[in-house]
Every structure is written in structure tokens, then in C-alpha cells.
């Protein structure tokens, strides 16, 4: 059972413009949200993350958009820049029990076309 | 960096051989995770600790086994290697005081034949 899940394996976007990945999780118990960058040969990296009391976090060109009644969140990159090619996982997770796990995506390849 | 290290980086190993991926770190975090990443499937919690001789399951741990004797090293072993368990395998720190998720290793790639 997928509890998180991102639906498009891969995206390409033209350099400079808007990059929109997507994730959806099922769990209504999932009260942080985390978007994790990565490389080939690497380790994911922590990217930007939301809490469940906002809708929205921005990081300089990144943001992240948290719609709980939908169960989605999505993540704005702009403008895409070449060095952004890379899998990005959404992962979530229940703080309210103490909960020390993460609950990750499937994965979404994207690639920046320059 | 969090000073989080994976050994080996690499190995291929037969089908019915044990096998043990060492993660270590050099912070003193209480929480460590083992997770593979497979195609299609993303990232998947294989075993956890919480401290010292502390450890749970996750969502894929049959077939795993892990130990913590110290706090900088979290062990993971295969008792017995199958096709099955040929993936990536990553080792995560969390660090405590609020939560900023986790820092990951490099991986290991672990081809089973």
C-alpha cells in the first residue's frame, strides 16, 4: 500500500521555465512533509520541507504548496536551471506519536532541457 | 557534511551468502535507518534504531537483520542473499532537536547472483 505517491516517473522542462512536481499521499495522519533531491551515485539530499500548519514554504527558487484537504503537495522550481536535472523524492511523515520514520515517493525523474 | 559513511560501496555477492553493510556515523545521532531503493518503488524503510541495542522493522524487513552495538555503527546484514535483495541501499542519520529530516550515505550497491 503506496501511502505516498508520485505519479509522474519522469518530467522534462525547458531552462528558465517553471518546473511542478507532484506528490499525493493517502495517510491523513501525515503532518510533515519533506522534498529530497538526487543524483546518481549519491545519497538523497534534503531539499525543502513543510509543516502541516502551512500551505506554503519557500527556499529561494524553491517552493513547496501543501493543500491538505486534497492530500497534496507539489513543488515549484523557477526557473529550472540545468544543475536541478535529477530525482526528486516527496517523503512524509506523523510527528504526533513520536513517529520517527519517513514515508517516501516513488520518485520523479526530471530533466532540464537547456 | 554529517559524516555519514557506507561500506562497502560497492559488492556482488552470490545467491545463499551472508552478507553485512556497515553504516557509520561520527555525530552521536540516535536515529539511524536503513532504507533500498528500487526502481518503481522509491525509497523503503528496511530496519530503524533509536539507540543502542534499540531497533524496530520497517515495511521491507524480511530476509534483514540488523545490529547497533555502538552508537556510531548500524549494521545491516542479509542472512541469506537472494535475487531479490540485489538494489541500493542507503543508511540515514536524523538529528535530534526539531525535525529537519535525515542526512543519507552515498549508498551501497549490492549485486546479488
Known amino acids: 500500500d503506496q501511502q505516498v505517491k508520485q505519479n509522474s516517473p519522469s518530467l522534462s522542462v525547458q531552462e528558465g521555465r517553471i518546473s511542478i512536481l507532484n506528490c499525493d499521499y493517502t495517510?491523513?495522519?501525515?503532518?510533515?512533509f519533506l522534498w529530497y533531491k538526487k543524483y546518481p551515485a549519491e545519497g538523497p539530499t534534503f531539499l525543502i520541507s513543510?509543516?502541516?500548519?502551512?500551505d506554503k514554504n519557500e527556499d529561494g527558487r524553491f517552493t513547496v504548496f501543501l493543500n491538505k484537504s486534497a492530500k497534496h503537495l507539489s513543488l515549484h522550481i523557477v526557473p529550472s536551471q540545468p544543475g536541478d536535472s535529477a530525482v526528486y523524492f516527496c517523503?512524509?511523515?506523523?510527528?504526533?506519536?513520536?513517529?520517527?520514520?519517513?514515508?517516501f515517493g516513488t520518485g520523479t525523474r526530471l530533466t532540464i532541457i537547456p | 557534511d554529517a559524516g555519514i559513511t557506507q561500506s562497502p560501496r560497492h559488492k556482488v555477492t552470490e545467491t545463499g551468502t551472508p552478507v553485512t553493510l556497515r553504516c557509520h556515523q561520527t555525530?552521536?545521532?540516535?536515529?539511524m535507518y536503513w532504507y533500498r531503493q528500487d526502481p518503481g518503488h522509491g525509497l523503503r524503510l528496511i530496519h530503524y534504531?533509536?539507540?543502542?541495542?534499540?531497533?524496530d522493522k520497517g515495511e521491507v524487513s524480511d530476509g534483514y537483520s540488523v545490529s547497533r552495538s555502538k552508537t556510531e555503527d548500524f549494521l545491516l546484514t542479509l542472512e541469506s542473499a537472494t535475487s531479490s535483495q540485489t538494489s541500493v541501499y542507503f543508511c540515514?542519520?536524523?538529528?535530534?532537536?526539531?525535525?529537519?529530516?535525515?542526512?543519507f550515505g552515498s549508498g551501497t550497491r549490492l549485486t546479488v547472483v
Open positions: 540515514a542519520i536524523r538529528k535530534e532537536g526539531g525535525f529537519y529530516g535525515y542526512t
Open positions: 495517510n491523513s495522519m501525515f503532518d510533515y
Open positions: 513543510i509543516s502541516s500548519i502551512k
Open positions: 517523503a512524509a511523515s506523523d510527528l504526533n506519536f513520536g513517529n520517527e520514520k519517513l514515508t
Open positions: 555525530e552521536n545521532h540516535r536515529y
Open positions: 534504531s533509536y539507540g543502542v541495542k534499540d531497533t
